[in-house]
């Protein structure tokens, strides 16, 4: 079994610091930046593919996934996939009945190989995105609302962020999906709220990526962070900019990173490698270990 990820192809999280604490890093950088494009990117954690992976395999251990490259084609993925011996072309909530049913009616010995094309399952959570804001405007209210309870002016803010539901958050348009922000400064609890929209760069009217929030004061080069970004965003860009697809920084723990080794170190070992996809005894015993959020080295970035 070839190895198709390395140490270079992603930032190694050491303990002590999280993936949320990269993503503040890479933001402040890109704010110090002296350039006036600033633009949204993705922070990947490969470790939640190993843990989803594996979390899979110990729910429905006669199943081999496919992974659906359509998904998520972005090159980190396909690497850790591939490394994991996944095939490239059942939502563990209901493994038990999957389970019964293929005991039922195609039990073991039976000739029948299971196959899985799986996509969402194993990106989604993977990816967040953090996106800066471009414009806002202030528009007064006619009728008193939420705002005068809380002693502050009667108005909403409307904020344009530099990706909208035709590029990145497409899922708007597409899943019925409402994207909740956020956000990278944490407010203080008396400052007031304001019934505030997120909106794409488009013109259009229909750019809309989320409403009806209540939001402190921002300001035009604030950044919002969005979870669950893995599935169909990546290579989609707005195209309303010019704008190029968001780059993609790779991180993982080294306990996944350790895990996926001596999964590649086994499998060279095997001399019949008809089951590359069955978990090896490491791997089911690190599947609750790598529930562990990973963490990084600022330096390891710098």
Request: aromatic share 10%.
């Amino acid at each position: 079994m070839a190895g198709y990820l390395s140490e270079s192809d992603f930032v190694m999280v050491e303990e002590g610091f999280s993936t949320r604490d990269l993503l503040k890093e890479l933001t402040l950088g890109a704010s110090q930046a002296t350039t006036d494009e600033v633009a949204a990117f993705f922070v990947a954690d490969l470790g939640a593919i190993v843990r989803k992976h594996f979390c899979f395999l110990k729910c429905l251990p006669r199943v081999r996934p496919f992974y659906a490259v359509k998904c998520n084609s972005s090159p980190g993925v396909l690497k850790v996939l591939a490394q994991l011996g996944l095939g490239f072309s059942c939502a563990n909530k209901i493994a038990s009945v999957i389970n019964s049913a293929l005991d039922l009616y195609f039990p073991e010995g039976c000739g029948v190989d299971i196959f899985a094309e799986l996509g969402r399952y194993y990106v989604t959570s993977a990816f967040t995105v953090a996106v800066s804001i471009i414009a806002k405007k202030e528009v007064l209210l006619d009728q008193p609302g939420r705002e005068e309870e809380n002693g502050s002016t009667s108005k909403t803010i409307v904020y344009h962020l530099d990706e909208g539901v035709y590029g990145i958050f497409n899922s708007v348009l597409f899943d019925n999906i409402c994207p909740t922000p956020i956000l990278q400064k944490k407010p203080s609890t008396e400052q007031p709220l304001y019934s505030s929209s997120l909106w794409g760069p488009a013109v259009d009217g229909c750019d809309c990526v989320a409403e009806g929030l209540w939001l402190p004061q921002l300001h035009v080069g604030d950044w919002l962070v969005f979870d669950n970004m893995g599935a169909y965003t990546v290579g989609m860009g707005s195209p309303f900019w010019g704008t190029q697809a968001c780059h993609i920084t790779y991180a993982m723990s080294r306990v996944a990173w350790e895990a996926l080794r001596r999964q590649l170190m086994a499998a060279e070992q095997e001399d019949d490698v008809e089951g590359v996809c069955k978990p090896l005894s490491c791997g089911w015993e690190i599947t609750d270990t790598l529930c562990v959020g990973p963490v990084f080295t600022p330096a390891s970035i710098m």
